[in-house]
């Protein structure tokens, strides 16, 4: 069974910073595109960034570029997501993606992360 594990989340002040993890068992992702998600309340999910398979290729949306970082151990089969200079626009639920272009895309359960002003 494919299980992707979000962690990190929590409470944390404006212009604090957090490390998020996801950790997928079940199959290695090691040759998969991983990616953030958020999803605010009352929002759609909207995309934070993304890496290829060797890390060398990241985006991120340009809300978060310049404080957030994606990275990925692929001996750990984790992903990461380091978050700095957060802001309360920033406060959502954060899911884990793999293969998020399909045809097969395997979703964490999210954790939360509320930023606070």
């Known amino acids: 069974q494919v299980q992707l594990v979000e962690s990190g989340g929590g409470l944390v002040q404006a212009g604090g910073s957090l490390r998020l993890s996801c950790a997928a068992s079940g199959r290695t992702f090691g040759s998969s595109v991983m990616g953030w998600f958020r999803q605010a309340p009352g929002k759609e999910r909207e995309f934070v960034s993304r890496?290829?398979?060797?890390?060398?290729?990241?985006y991120y949306a340009d809300s978060v570029k310049g404080r957030f970082t994606i990275s990925r151990d692929n001996a750990k089969n984790t992903v990461y997501l380091q978050m700095n200079s957060l802001k309360p626009e920033d406060t959502a639920v954060y899911y884990c993606?793999?293969?998020?272009?399909?045809?097969?895309?395997?979703w964490g359960q999210g954790t939360q992360v509320t930023v606070s002003s």
């Open positions: 993606a793999a293969d998020p272009d399909g045809p097969q895309t395997y």
């Open positions: 890496i290829n398979w060797s890390g060398a290729i990241t």
